[in-house]
């Protein structure tokens, strides 16, 4: 069965103190794993999309990374405005028309 | 530049009602996306479209769900006699191309459904 773990579920960080997000899966056949920001009350935010293991890419404070079975989204010296919910999804292989979500990490970043 | 956008951001419905959902997305994308995200979780699938067509509704979660793009922009989510499970928000998607491409969803900020 198809499924996306994101952990861990709550994460609270000092302004400065860096740290990373997981996301692993258990697919089919990957054709690509994104990762998204929510801020409350808002729709998801395009951060980044990865296709291959190996493959690292990123912007301002944030790094991504795939392995074969999971990401990492980095953050470097967060601020407090990077708190929010960071959601990973997965697009497959041979079903492409769905794209499955994990449940997200809520961070929260205190100054 | 205009993104997506979701109307009504929140109704309130009594249970057995009907209720619709709009969404208008990204002019000229062909791809749109309808998603129910529960409080807490992330968005879950519900149906795709590429232009008019309904390629995939296999997300719905009953046959009280009907998604509807007549005419390849702006898309409807109809939900009949509306039950306590369906209170989430739905999200609606759009993307540039067909989907069997690489290419990111723009999501609208979404419709807080709530069946009293």
């Known amino acids: 069965e198809d499924q996306v773990t994101q952990s861990p579920e709550a994460l609270r960080l000092q302004e400065g103190e860096s740290s990373s997000l997981n996301c692993s899966y258990t697919?089919?056949?990957?054709?690509?794993l994104f990762w998204y920001r929510q801020d409350p009350g808002k729709g998801p935010e395009f951060l980044f999309t990865?296709?291959?293991a190996g493959e690292e890419k990123e912007k301002e404070r944030l790094k991504a990374t795939l392995t074969k079975k999971e990401s990492f989204l980095h953050i470097t010296a967060p601020k407090p405005e990077d708190s929010a919910t960071y959601l990973c999804?997965?697009?497959?292989?041979?079903?492409?028309?769905?794209?499955?979500f994990g449940s997200g990490t809520k961070l929260n970043v205190k100054p | 530049g205009a993104g997506v956008s979701q109307s009504p951001r929140y109704k309130v419905a009594k249970r057995g009602q009907d209720v619709a959902l709009r969404c208008d997305p990204i002019?000229?994308?062909?791809?749109l996306f309808w998603y129910q995200q529960a409080l807490g979780q992330g968005p879950e699938f519900l149906t795709y479209?590429?232009?008019?067509?309904?390629?995939?509704k296999s997300g719905l979660p009953s046959d009280r769900f009907f998604a509807e793009r007549p005419e390849g922009s702006v898309s409807t989510l109809k939900i009949q006699r509306t039950q306590q499970e369906d209170s989430a928000v739905y999200l609606c998607?759009?993307?540039?191309?067909?989907?069997?491409?690489?290419?990111?969803?723009?999501f609208g900020p979404g419709t807080r459904l709530t069946v009293l």
């Open positions: 479209f590429q232009n008019e067509a309904q390629l995939d």
């Open positions: 002019s000229g994308h062909v791809s």
């Open positions: 998607a759009s993307s540039l191309t067909a989907v069997n491409s690489h290419n990111e969803q723009f």
């Open positions: 697919v089919s056949g990957l054709r690509g």
């Open positions: 999804a997965v697009h497959l292989r041979g079903n492409f028309n769905k794209f499955y």
């Open positions: 990865l296709y291959s």
